[in-house]
């Protein structure tokens, strides 16, 4: 497999939650409420997914490793858009994640900014996504040879390896906060 191949296969799970945020949007406007335990699950799946598992794999190793190609102008100013974008991503989910907490609190007057995150988010990625898999991935590849390219696959599979364990080790590590030390 070439190294786009896990981005892209990552790309039509990201899509696949996008219909869910819109079918929840849709439901939120009908039912006037929302789904606090959704909205935390897609928050979830945003930051630890999304963000932390396939952006980390875009900026931490293909971008870095791209820093080092003679890019032309155009590839150089997409991917600087692309992390701009990825900027958006992380503070549009943290805008979703605080007003879920203020919902569950008793907000319920901000079911309308919740509906409005939910459908900014629905038409951000697509069209993050589209210019990656249409316009930023394949150009990008011809400046890797073949065992750059491998090497390249190797590291996503270990960036990969270590998500369920950093994962777990900070939700460990938050709430032995309140612990007393051993
Ligand atoms: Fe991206
Ligand atoms: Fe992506």
Do not use: W
């Not at 949007?25 to 945003?46: T, Y």
């Not at 943290?94 to 007057?109: C, F, I, P, R």
């Not at 996504?129 to 040879?145: A, N, R």
């Not at 390249?152 to 030390?181: A, C, N, S, W």
């Amino acid at each position: 497999m070439k190294p786009i191949g896990p981005l892209m296969i990552e790309h039509r799970l990201i899509e696949r939650m996008i219909r869910l945020l819109k079918a929840e949007s849709e439901r939120a406007s009908n039912d006037d409420s929302i789904s606090s335990a959704f909205i935390d699950g897609a928050v979830d799946f945003f930051r630890t997914y999304a963000d932390r598992t396939h952006h980390g794999k875009e900026e931490d190793i293909l971008f870095i490793e791209l820093q080092d190609k003679d890019l032309p102008e155009d590839l150089k100013s997409t991917m600087d858009l692309l992390i701009e974008q990825h900027r958006y991503a992380r503070r549009t989910v943290g805008a979703l994640a605080d007003a879920n907490k203020a919902y569950q609190e008793g907000e319920t007057d901000l079911l309308k900014d919740m509906r409005s995150i939910l459908d900014n988010l629905a038409e951000f990625y697509p069209r993050h996504i589209e210019i990656e898999d249409k316009h930023f991935f394949i150009p990008c590849l011809d400046y890797f040879d073949q065992g750059e390219q491998d090497a390249m696959l190797q590291t996503f599979y270990d960036f990969d390896r270590k998500m369920i364990h950093e994962k777990y080790g900070i939700f460990v590590e938050t709430f032995e906060i309140d612990l007393p030390k051993p």
